[in-house]
């Protein structure tokens, strides 16, 4: 049985580490059938979109928005912090559905299968639409097939953050320990492919160390998990960290990034620690099933860029430690493109294989 939450955008946030589904693969010949089936029919008959422009502009109805992750997570504080701009923009509620799993890819793919009418959006993410189509088999979905692209959000950092227990207060000493202690070090991340994942693996081919990947539900599991002393070090998104380092229950070392975060800037970056070249930073977009109206994509675009225009937008992204970021949907199909081969060839340099 699948569990999800589905709330509207405007509603207080959950508390990380909130409970989601456990990660499944989706496989099974009878659902690929099934969205086989849904393809075909959506090339012969009427588009959605245009019997809803039949029966009155769109929205008429609610809209759902997809989120693939757990309640309380970076994600999911991204898409609230625009959810109420944007239904004020829309003039219908927007509903937040989490359909966490399998690092996204379950929500991904239920998205993708979602008729394409405008009343469903996804929250795009680096690791489902990016990195998982080069680690993971059976998506049920092709990223640039299925989905067509809107805008562009928000680009973030995550932080090297290390339990209390761990005597370490420098990326220098974590890497010394963890060449001292082979195989013995564990790390969590959201689960397979997510950024948390591919950051450590990058961190491990650049630096030659043998550590244990621990997988989880979300980032903020892996987070609560490092408060108990359970795994040793994270990357993890400053939503899921940087409270619990302000409040010294964990200890953060570096940025994934190119360049400082405002939200600490007394923090040195990865390359700054000693690991020359070392950036990552995650992402995080919207884009809606292929063969939707382009009026309504081209409205959505213009909506989505006036929510993140307000203030308190910009506030609410700069409390989590992400840049708001606004595009063009060619602009985000390109980028999209992009990231797709960088994540091909990453993930070829690793050595991280589909399963």
Known sequence: ??????????????????????????????????????????????????????????????????????????????????????????????????????????????????????????????????????????????????????????????????????????????????????????YGSGGSGTPAHLTTELLRMMTGIDVLHVPYKGTGQAVTDLLGGHIDFVFASPPAAAAHVKAGKLRALATSSAKRTSLAPELPTMDESGVPGFAMVTWWGVVVPARTDRSIIDRLNAALHKSLAFADTKERFAALGVDVQANSPAEFRAFMAAELARYAQMSKQIGLKAD
């Open 1 to 186: 049985m699948q569990h999800h939450r589905l709330s509207a955008a405007s509603a207080p946030y959950p508390a990380p580490g909130a409970e989601g589904e456990f990660p499944m693969r989706y496989a099974g010949s009878s659902r690929h059938t099934l969205a086989l089936m849904v393809v075909c029919m959506s090339a012969v008959l009427p588009s959605a979109a245009a019997q809803a422009q039949t029966h009155g502009a769109w929205p008429s109805k609610p809209v759902r928005w997809i989120v693939p992750y757990p309640p309380g997570g970076s994600s999911d504080l991204v898409a609230r912090a625009v959810g109420t701009r944007l239904a004020e923009q829309l003039g219908q509620p927007v509903l937040i559905d989490s359909r966490p799993g399998a690092g996204g890819v379950m929500g991904s793919a239920i998205a993708a299968r979602a008729a394409p009418d405008g009343y469903t959006l996804l929250l795009a993410n680096i690791a489902p639409l990016a990195i998982s189509p080069h680690i993971q088999s059976n998506l049920g979905y092709d990223v640039m097939r299925d989905f067509d692209a809107v805008t562009l959000l928000a680009t973030g950092p995550t932080l090297l953050a290390v339990g209390p227990s761990l005597p370490v207060k420098s990326v220098a000493e974590l890497i010394a320990l963890a060449r001292a202690k082979p195989g013995q070090l564990k």
